[in-house]
């Protein structure tokens, strides 16, 4: 089955670590984005990236990383800078390439600082 | 900036109505917009597209209409369903390789 993966599911953070959350497809997109979701906000952008090896910082970056080195991996760190993490994590792909640009989504991550 | 807006925030309606969600914006030099599903810890699962050169899409029990010129898009569910409660967002693209920008969503509830 062709689709998105996120895993963990649930991950629990101490104050003071880089946490590393993955996504992974094999929909043979190019493009890979990462949101967050707070309770009664929209999705805000974090990171996306349009191809391999390249990627661009979204509304909120800061206190987030990500690297992009192959074409199915686009995993997003969380670390110790950004001061309140606690949120759902949205990974998102698309065909990209100026293309019609449907996104299609992973189940989530919900990263809790305890 | 383009700013998207969903109103209403939430809506509980009894089993075999038909309803209407709707969506403004901003800018209405979109791209495309995109309906999305989301169940309580879920992700999002696309419902419809609608490029800027198209009025309308159909799935089901389920019609998307765009009005760009006036900002506006709606979401209009036939006969509705308990199984169709959930978090409906619509999202906005102003390019093929721009992001999405994304309403807060409309909560439904429908109750059998």
């Known amino acids: 089955d062709g689709g998105i993966t996120q895993s963990p599911k649930y991950l629990f953070r101490k104050e003071g670590q880089n946490v590393t959350l993955s996504c992974e497809q094999n929909l043979n997109h190019d493009a890979m984005y990462w949101y967050r979701q707070d309770p009664g906000q929209g999705l805000r952008l974090i990171y996306y990236?349009?191809?391999?090896?390249?990627?661009q910082k979204g509304d909120i970056a800061e206190g987030y990383s990500v690297s992009r080195e192959k074409k199915e991996s686009f995993p997003l760190t969380v670390t110790s800078a950004q001061k309140n993490p606690t949120a759902f994590y949205l990974c998102?792909?698309?065909?990209?390439?100026?293309?019609?640009?449907?996104?299609?989504f992973g189940p989530g991550t919900r990263l809790t600082v305890l | 900036k383009q700013e998207v807006t969903q109103i209403p925030a939430a809506l509980s309606v009894p089993e075999g109505e038909n309803l209407v969600l709707n969506c403004s914006f901003t800018d209405s030099a979109i791209y495309n917009l995109q309906w999305f599903r989301q169940d309580p810890g879920k992700g999002l699962t696309s419902l419809l597209l609608i490029q800027s050169s198209q009025r309308e899409q159909t799935s089901g029990r389920l019609n998307a209409s765009l009005d760009k010129s006036s900002g506006r898009s709606t979401l209009y569910i036939a006969a509705s369903q308990p199984g169709d409660s959930a978090t409906y967002l619509c999202a906005v693209s102003l390019s093929g390789y721009s992001t999405l920008t994304f309403g807060k969503g409309t909560m439904l509830l429908v109750s059998p």
């Open positions: 998102a792909s698309s065909i990209g390439g100026g293309a019609i640009n449907e996104q299609f």
């Open positions: 990236s349009q191809i391999v090896n390249d990627f």
